[in-house]
């Protein structure tokens, strides 16, 4: 069967608005959703080394990642790619502390998918190689689409992978270059629609 990777934070899961919140909670950072022109959360919210340690820190506990709203239409699009036969492949770069928290959150939201996988995306401190794969295993594996958010993977999935990527249109991907097999969608809604059976 044809398999779809499906990100989670601000793909399925609307994460950067507890990123928002902590950051004005411990750090009294304000700053707008619109506001974030950059997926390095350090660099958006002005935060030191140590800041930024901690913010993750805290987004990344499960009494944080378990209150993430859904995405507006994402169960919805994934439970109709998975009557029409596709497998849909849950892909995170978080890290790797929220290994159960993650997936009960998908248990609590009725997200239909058929694996759950960690990836070191980013290069990101604390993430146990036991758990995480690596992007060159992932550049390994099949996908017939793939749903980001982040450019730098969009480009990854597309131009070292050959993957077609549906780039979900946030404010902190709006400056990238992007090649022809990336193309934005503002919700899922739209993504939906565009799709062809399998």
Known sequence: MPTIYVDMDDVI??????????????????????????FNLQQS????????????????????????????GAV?????????????????GRLTVA?????EWLRRNQVPYHSFTMVNKYGREGCDDNIAISLE?????????????????????SG?????????DRPWNQDAALNGRVTRYRSWGDIGKSIPKP
Request: proline share 2%; charged share 30%.
């Open 13 to 38: 899961a609307e994460s950067t608005a507890t990123f928002i919140h902590i950051a004005r909670r411990e750090f009294g950072k304000k700053v707008a959703f619109e506001e974030i022109r950059s």
């Open 45 to 72: 919210f002005g935060l030191s080394d140590d800041e930024y340690e901690r913010l993750f820190e805290v987004a990344h506990r499960p009494e944080a990642i378990l209150r993430f709203d859904l995405m507006r």
């Open 76 to 92: 919805e699009v994934l439970r109709n790619w998975e009557a029409l036969g596709y497998t849909i492949a849950i892909v995170t």
């Open 99 to 103: 290994w159960e928290s993650s997936q």
């Open 137 to 157: 295993e992932l550049s390994r594996r099949q996908f017939c689409l793939a749903v980001e958010d982040s450019a730098m993977m969009a480009r990854h999935l």
């Open 160 to 168: 070292t992978m050959g993957v077609p990527v549906a780039l979900m």
